[in-house]
């Protein structure tokens, strides 16, 4: 993760919070629960998609190679697990009904090679 200050590094800490704003804060090893010091605070960005071009290993980088600006409007829903954008269960079905559909296709051209091929016979032998 990038901070303001660049990549974030976190010193051994007993407690760890993100706040909405990306606000890292811990409390150290040792100390108590009132001691609660900031160590750094996530770049949060919203880049315009269009000016987004794929990287390797999966990344996006911004078409001109420039850092993106940071986005104060950006927040972080702390405690919480992105889910993914596709339904595995849709897309199994979804598959199996291409593969079939496929098959069937497969099986019809096959049907009418070999009724070409049959009435070529017949004519032969008229």
Do not use: C, H, W
């Amino acid at each position: 993760m990038l901070g303001n200050g660049g990549p974030i590094a976190l010193p051994p800490t007993e407690k760890i919070e993100i706040g909405a704003d990306g606000t890292i804060s811990a409390v150290p090893v040792g100390q108590d629960a009132a001691t609660l010091s900031v160590l750094d605070r996530i770049k949060l960005v919203a880049p315009d998609e269009r000016a987004l071009t794929k990287a390797g290993y999966g990344l996006l980088r911004l078409r001109t190679g420039a850092d993106a600006a940071p986005d104060a409007s950006v927040t972080l829903v702390s405690g919480q697990i992105e889910s993914s954008n596709v339904n595995a269960v849709e897309q199994m079905t979804a598959m199996i009904d291409y593969a079939r559909q496929y098959e069937m296709q497969i099986k019809m051209m096959s049907t009418a090679r070999d009724n070409a091929d049959r009435s070529a016979a017949l004519m032969q032998l008229s």
